[in-house]
């Protein structure tokens, strides 16, 4: 971010409401956009290769590793790959 752009720098507890939008919903309707191929689709519509350890989320257009969720000790491990990004359809837009 550009400070000449910035409205704020802050720590991040100002992300607390935005975040909590975007953690609240149904993650399979979250779309993802996949970074080998520029598919975008809702995470219900991905590839998943699962057991008890992980989940490995691939692209169903070109079957990149879009990234993956492993069970740790003391909670799930979220290693990004070829997700470009992620769009929460419905999340507010106010900030707060
Ligand atoms: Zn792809």
């Known amino acids: 971010m550009r400070a000449d752009i910035a409205g704020a720098v802050v ?5 607390a409401g935005l975040l909590s939008d ?4 149904d993650v399979t309707t979250v779309v993802g956009t996949c970074g080998g191929c520029g ?5 219900a519509d991905a590839v998943v290769e699962i057991d008890e350890v992980a989940a490995l989320v691939r692209c ?14 003391d909670g799930v491990r979220i290693v990004l790959a070829a997700i470009r990004g992620f769009h929460v359809p ?6 707060g």
């Open 22 to 25: 975007v953690f609240a919903v």
């Open 39 to 43: 598919a975008t689709a809702p995470l």
């Open 90 to 95: 419905g999340a507010a837009v106010t900030p």
């Open 60 to 73: 169903r257009s070109c079957t990149h590793t879009l990234f993956t969720a492993l069970r740790t000790g």
């Open 11 to 15: 720590d991040g507890n100002a992300l």
